[in-house]
C-alpha cells in the first residue's frame, strides 16, 4: 500500500497540476466519446493503450470482458447498467470490446476442474458456454495451451453480438449513430488487432 499512497501524493502534485484546467472542467460533467469494455486483468490499462485522457472513456471492466445478452440483462446489472447508461445517457459514439491475451476468464472454460471458492465467477464465465462449443468445432484437434488465442478472439465476436441484442444498441448502430468495434490486445507484443469482419 505505500506505492500507492506515494502515488496519490506523487498524482496531486505533479500529473493533476499538469491538467488542472482539464480536471476542472470535468469536475461537474463527463461527455466520453466511446465505452470501452475490456477485461479486470491488471495487465490491460485502458488509458494507457489508447494514450487518452481523462473524460474520454467511460470503462466497464470484467472477468473475460463479457456482455450479457438482453435476455439475461436483470441478472448481471452492474455491467448492463452501465452499458445502458454510456449509450442512452452520455451519448457515447463508439463501443470496443476488448480482449486480450492469456485471458484467464477464457481459459477458465477448459478447465477440467473447477477453480475453487468462485461460484460467482463459474455462475459469470457460464455466460459464455457458447463460444467453447463454437471453437471446438472450428478446431477438431484443440488445444488450448497452444490455441487459446482462437478462443480469445472468438470471444471478442460473441461480445460484439451479445451487444446487439440490446434494442437501443442495435437500432443506434443501424441508423449508424453508433459504431462497433473488436480489439485485441496482445500483452506481449503490445500491439492491438482491430477487428475486420470483411476479412474473416
Request: charged fraction near 25%; charge should be positive; proline fraction near 4%.
Given at each position: ?173 443501424q441508423n449508424a ?17 482491430n477487428y475486420n469482419?470483411?476479412?474473416?
Open positions: 500500500m505505500d506505492k500507492l499512497f506515494k502515488g496519490v501524493k506523487k498524482f496531486s502534485k505533479h500529473e493533476y497540476k499538469n491538467y488542472k484546467t482539464l480536471y476542472k472542467n470535468l469536475s461537474n460533467k463527463q461527455s466520453p466519446h466511446t465505452l470501452f469494455i475490456t477485461c479486470s486483468d491488471s495487465r490491460v490499462v485502458p488509458g494507457l493503450i489508447t494514450d487518452t485522457l481523462p473524460g474520454e472513456l467511460f470503462i466497464i471492466r470484467n472477468v473475460a470482458n463479457i456482455v450479457p445478452p438482453y435476455s439475461q440483462a436483470f441478472d448481471f446489472v452492474s455491467t448492463t447498467s452501465g452499458i445502458e447508461y454510456a449509450v442512452n445517457v452520455l451519448q457515447v459514439k463508439n463501443i470496443v470490446i476488448c480482449g486480450h491475451s492469456n485471458c484467464g476468464g477464457c481459459k477458465a472454460l477448459f478447465m477440467d476442474e473447477k477453480i475453487n471458492d468462485t461460484p460467482y465467477t463459474q455462475k459469470w464465465v457460464q455466460l459464455v458456454e457458447p463460444l467453447k462449443e463454437k471453437v471446438l468445432k472450428l478446431k477438431y484437434d484443440f488445444n488450448y495451451e497452444r490455441d487459446y488465442q482462437l478462443v480469445e478472439q472468438e470471444n471478442i465476436i460473441l461480445q460484439m453480438k451479445n451487444l446487439l441484442t440490446y434494442p437501443y444498441i442495435k437500432n443506434k448502430y449513430g453508433l459504431k462497433i468495434y473488436g480489439w485485441y490486445y496482445d500483452i506481449g507484443n503490445g500491439i492491438v488487432y469482419k470483411s476479412k474473416c
